[in-house]
Every structure is written in C-alpha cells, then in structure tokens.
C-alpha cells in the first residue's frame, strides 16, 4: 500500500509539472523543434511525453528557466517564438548548425543571464535588441558569420562580465562606452575586420582578465594605461596594423603587469608564464 502511495504521489507530481507549464511556452519548445530539425537531433525530443524529460530542458515552479542544447545538431533558424520563453535565465545553444540571424525577439528574456549562441552559422547584424537584457552576464557570439559594428546597446549591459564576440565579420571601432562594462572579466574580439585604436577606456576595467583583439585592422598603441589592470593576465594584439608590434602573452596570477621596450622597439607584456 505504501508503495503504491508513492508512484500514485510521483504520477500525480510528473502530471502536475507538465499541466502547469504554460501553453506558450510549450509552444515556443515545440517551434525550435520543428524549425532546427528536431527529429535529427543527437538527443530528440519526445512530443507527447511530458516537457520535464526533454533533453537539456530545465523547470523550477512550472518554469523554462534554461534551455542546454549544445552539441546536439540543431540545424536552421532559431524562431522567434524562442521570446516567449520570458523565464529563461541561460541559453546554451553552442557547437551547433543553426542559420539565420539572431532574432530580435530575444530581448523578451529580462531574467536571461548567459546567452551562448557561439560556433554556428549566425549571420547578419548583432541586434540592438540584445542591450535590453539588463541581468546578462555572459554573451558568448564568437565563431559565427556575424557582420556589421558592435551596437551601442551592448555597452549598457551593466553585469557583463564575459563579451565574447570573436572569429566573426565585425567592423567598426570598439565603442569607447565600453568603460560601462565595470563588472566585465573576459573581451575577445579577436579575428574581426575591426578597425580603429584601442580605446584607452579599456583601462577602467578594473576586473579585466582577459583581452583578445589580435587578427583586426586596429592602428596606434596599445594604451599604456592597461598597465594599471593588476588583474590582466592574458593579452593578444598581434596581427594588427598597430606601430608596434605586440606578442601574445597569457600569465596565471600575475603580481604585476607590465610594458617594456626591447631593443627592437618591440613591446611585449611582462607576465609570468604558465
């Protein structure tokens, strides 16, 4: 009898879990399924079972607060309906195949903190829309086909602590509100077509860790005042049109960072190796 109790209480909680969960919602899931190809996925969804067993869907309270599909062979374009999906706190859709550009209807998701859409094929404009997702922590874009200048809104994401937009088509300058970003760790934007000099605001990032810039078209020096960033330990400028030319270093736990001139007039960054 007892037995019989608990599966009574597990049926009637699986069934409880899958009839609260929105109408909208389910419908956003079943969307992305059918326009990336959900039938080829390495790990598919079963349509008529309930929504807490598909693969990389995670629920709190009768909620879609994240959505894992990484490496999973998702194929086409990301629909819309992805921004009714409003209590979505991270999207994990890296190291896939998906087309088409990013759809503004993201900016929906106000509680998204990581939104990782890198190794795909996304193409067009980052949309400016994305700057409406105030509480984004990590925005992971590197390796697709994206085109065009980092918009503006980004550098009104405050809690920004990883911008990673590198091996895209990005031209323009670095915007130089990127002094905004206070909170932010981790730039890469690396392997653009990227052009301008390194903005000096670069160096009031107090919590900067990581610089990627090399492989762009950027001009002038690198701005002396990143020998202030006593936290920066991995710095790649190389390949530029810079008056210098920098190599690439990457230290772990450096006590100090520095900016010395050899003989050559070849600058370099003073770190402890790994």
């Not at 202030?228 to 270093?249: A, P």
Request: charged letters at 20%; aromatic letters at 6%.
């Amino acid at each position: 009898m007892k037995t019989l109790k608990l599966s009574l209480i597990f049926i009637l909680t699986a069934f409880y879990s899958f009839a609260n969960i929105s109408s909208t919602e389910k419908d956003a899931l079943i969307a992305l399924y059918h326009s990336t190809n959900g039938t080829e996925w390495n790990s598919t969804w079963d349509l008529s079972a309930s929504i807490d067993s598909w693969y990389g869907v995670k629920i709190e309270n009768e909620k879609i607060v994240e959505l894992n599909l990484q490496f999973n062979n998702l194929q086409g374009n990301l629909p819309a309906e992805i921004g009714s999906l409003i209590h979505l706190r991270k999207i994990n859709l890296g190291f896939n195949k998906l087309t088409g550009t990013i759809p503004t209807s993201l900016k929906n998701l106000k509680d998204l903190t990581s939104l990782e859409l890198f190794m795909n094929g996304f193409e067009g404009n980052i949309p400016t829309e994305l700057g409406e997702l105030k509480k984004l922590e990590s925005l992971k874009l590197y390796s697709n086909k994206l085109t065009g200048k980092i918009p503006a809104s980004l550098m009104e994401l405050t809690n920004l602590r990883e911008l990673l937009l590198g091996s895209n088509y990005l031209t323009g300058q670095i915007p130089t509100e990127i002094y905004a970003l206070t909170k932010l760790q981790k730039l890469s934007l690396m392997d653009n077509k990227m052009n301008g000099e390194i903005p000096i605001e670069i160096a009031q990032l107090k919590d900067l860790e990581e610089l990627l810039l090399s492989t762009n078209q950027f001009t002038g020096d690198l701005p002396i005042d990143l020998i202030n960033l006593t936290k920066l330990n991995t710095v790649m400028v190389s390949d530029n049109n810079l008056n210098q030319e920098y190599i690439s270093v990457s230290g772990k736990n450096p006590p100090t960072l520095g900016l010395l001139e050899l003989q050559n007039s070849t600058a370099v960054m003073d770190i402890e190796k790994e």
